[in-house]
Nanobody
Framework: QVQLVESGGGLVQAGDSLRLSCAAS????????VGWFRQAPGKAREFLAT????????LYADSVQGRFTISRDNAKNTVYLQMNSLKPEDSAVYYC????????????????WGQGTQVTVSS
């Protein structure tokens, strides 16, 4: 069974960059799609990006396309989210999760959620 731990969040200024990591333990990580989501206070969990089994295919939300990049290193059981040109509206708790099929952006289609990492962007 896969367990996920997010890290790399913090307090940054608008325009800065951060790289989040999603480290997996357990067997079979490379068999899963991995997605990144975020949730701001009082708002629904928002899909950001997802990556295929080998990292060859990716899908992004319009809100982060061109600013965020998802990648994975199956040898390290880790998925990354590189976030550039951060804006105050990017402030949220960021989560990773796994899915058995590519293409969905619905949180209900993902599981094994990590505990999240806080990103705060000051103006």
């Amino acid at each position: 069974q896969v367990q996920l731990v997010e890290s790399g969040g913090g307090l940054v200024q608008a325009g800065d960059s951060l790289r989040l990591s999603c480290a997996a333990s357990g067997r079979g990580f490379s068999n899963y799609i991995v997605g990144w989501f975020r949730q701001a206070p009082g708002k629904a969990r928002e899909f950001l990006a997802t990556i295929g089994w080998s990292g060859g295919i990716t899908l992004y939300a319009d809100s982060v396309q061109g600013r965020f990049t998802i990648s994975r290193d199956n040898a390290k059981n880790t998925v990354y989210l590189q976030m550039n040109s951060l804006k105050p509206e990017d402030s949220a708790v960021y989560y990773c999760a796994i899915s058995g099929r590519f293409g969905s952006s619905r949180p209900v289609d993902f599981g094994a959620w990590g505990q999240g990492t806080q990103v705060t962007v000051s103006s």
